[in-house]
């Protein structure tokens, strides 16, 4: 039998990201269909690249310029240093020549940092996916100006293979998840619809919080998932499983025949002769339908899911149904 930790969990993305321009300028292309999935470094969209090309021309010319200088001024410091070697020259002459080289190569620097930057601007018109994953609807068309790191976003793109689950688990739980935690080899977490009926998915238990929300008494957990199939979809609230340990061998009883008095659990057992016998019993964990007893039943007793209003000690019990041999219907 699993002993399951059951929650609410909502499914979100292991990435978002928010698709903007990061120039300023006309959007004159967007090359990417709605809902579409795009891979990292794909063409999304582009700005319209001329001013930028012309920005880059002219850094261009303007270093060519300079260091043309920068060769002049080098060859030129050569000679002086041959003439003030002849004492042809002063040394005064001389320093004036070095700095003016210094001077260029100052310049040279400059101008190469300004065209770097203007190949990056200019690279920076062309948009790609910085993820891979499904890109949402279009938030900006064609023939639109677009800001710099502004508010302007052209779409947004969510990764989904993988994908998470957020859950939330009781504090009184969270030792027995660490301790599951400890033991290694990754923690079982599966997913249900809303009526618990349909399993959605099977993931691991990837991470848990550094620390107990003071509101809720809850730590935060994060499962992750392949999602292969695309049946879980950003923020989709799903059920929650997750299996921190086994019992084996264990006797279990359906949650139906488990009843609670003053003294504790107990549960009304058919005897040999059809009478209906009380017994006291220590519970263990429940999952999916049926409990653990500890002490109480043993394997094969026949407990009653049905009529147990009308039930009193030795009273004779009419079965009207045997749907399995643990749990019977009985009419007194």
Known sequence: ????????????????VNVRSQVAGELTHVSFAEGQMVQRGQLLARIDPRPFEAQVAEAHGQSRQNEAQLRYAQQQLQIYRGL????????????????????????????????????????RTRITAPIAGRIGLRRADPGNILSDGADE??????????????????????????????????????????????????GKLSTLDNQIDPQTGAVRLRATFANDDES??????????????????????????????????YAWVVDKTGAARLRKLTTGPSSEGVTAVHSGLAAGD????????????????QIIAQPDAQAVPAKS
């Open 232 to 265: 879980l979809f950003p923020n989709q609230f799903v059920n929650v499983r997750l299996t921190v340990g086994r019992l084996d061998n264990a006797v279990t009883a359906p949650d139906a025949a488990i009843q609670q008095g003053s003294t504790g659990p």
């Open 84 to 123: 003030a070697d002849k004492q042809i020259v002063a040394q005064t002459r001389l320093d004036q020549q070095l700095a003016l080289v210094e001077q260029h190569g100052g310049a040279v620097a400059a101008d190469r940092g300004r065209l770097a930057n203007a190949r990056i601007q200019l690279d």
């Open 302 to 317: 026949r407990v009653v899911i049905e009529g147990l209003d009308r039930l009193s000690e030795g009273r004779k019990v």
């Open 153 to 202: 976003i052209i779409a947004v793109i969510t990764q989904t293979r993988p994908i998470s689950v957020l859950f939330s688990a009781p504090e009184a739980r969270l030792p027995e998840i660490r301790n599951a935690l400890a033991k290694g080899g990754g923690l079982e977490v599966s997913l249900w619809d809303r009526a618990e009926r349909a399993e959605l998915a099977r």
């Open 1 to 16: 039998m699993a002993i399951h930790v059951k929650a609410l969990g909502s499914v979100a993305p292991l990435n978002t």
